[in-house]
T-cell receptor, first 114, second 115 residues
Framework: EPEVTQTPSHQVTQMGQEVILRCVPI?????FYWYRQILGQKVEFLVS????????KSEIFDDQFSVERPDGSNFTLKIRSTKLEDSAMYFC????????????FGPGTRLTVL | AQSVTQPDIHITVSEGASLELRCNYS??????LFWYVQSPGQGLQLLLK??????LVQGIKGFEAEFKRSQSSFNLRKPSVHWSDAAEYFC?????????????FGTGTRLQVTL
């Protein structure tokens, strides 16, 4: 069964450093998403991406964040200068075209900022 | 703006007992509702979804949920819980107004199963 994969599973970084979280969505999906879950809190939407551009972003997704689909398979989230409060689990999701198709989630990347 | 409320943070049930997890939503139009499950260290797995039609929907692992528009609820049920059902359960609503269809999640209910 096709699945969304994410690497790395755990990333530890120093405050102020740049990190890139990587995702490989399901191959025929066209909509891509990043969500985050701070420990003990709910899953929050960050950004959605379709047709090689951001279709929607939340207030959390400020200028420190960027997304890219550098090739036909990967979907990345870059945090330019990490802060302590960026420590969270980051989930990638993808969805096939068609309004009523559900999102499939990857296993997440746990980001720890020291 | 859409929102989801899961009033129970933590529920403990005995194996074999029935389960109901509550979810209330706020959404201006017809909601598109989901239940996801998250096992420790795992991602989110879809249990079931509802958009229209029969208000009682069946999902995987023996779960079902009932949509009640009058109560703005979408409660998850299972007649007999197994120890492997211990996990965190998230209710979510999708915004269909744009192309993004982003999900808004509730705060989750952690289910503990005692043997």
């Amino acid at each position: 069964e096709p699945e969304v994969t994410q690497t790395p599973s755990h990333q530890v970084t120093q405050m102020g450093q740049e990190v890139i979280l990587r995702c490989v969505p399901i191959s025929n999906h066209l909509y891509f998403y990043w969500y985050r879950q701070i420990l003990g809190q709910k899953v929050e939407f960050l950004v959605s991406f379709y047709n090689n551009e951001i279709s929607e972003k939340s207030e959390i997704f400020d200028d420190q964040f960027s997304v890219e689909r550098p090739d036909g398979s990967n979907f990345t989230l870059k945090i330019r200068s990490t802060k302590l409060e960026d420590s969270a689990m980051y989930f990638c999701a993808s969805r096939a075209s068609g309004m009523y198709n559900e999102q499939f989630f990857g296993p997440g990347t746990r980001l720890t900022v020291l | 703006a859409q929102s989801v409320t899961q009033p129970d943070i933590h529920i403990t049930v005995s194996e074999g007992a029935s389960l109901e997890l509550r979810c209330n939503y706020s959404y201006g139009a017809t909601p598109y509702l989901f239940w996801y499950v998250q096992s420790p260290g795992q991602g989110l797995q879809l249990l079931l979804k509802y958009f229209s039609g029969d208000t009682l929907v069946q999902g995987i692992k023996g779960f079902e949920a009932e949509f009640k528009r009058s109560q703005s609820s979408f409660n998850l049920r299972k007649p007999s819980v197994h120890w492997s059902d211990a996990a965190e359960y998230f209710c979510a609503v999708s915004d269909l107004s744009g192309t993004a269809s982003k999900l808004t999640f509730g705060t989750g209910t952690r289910l503990q199963v005692t043997l």
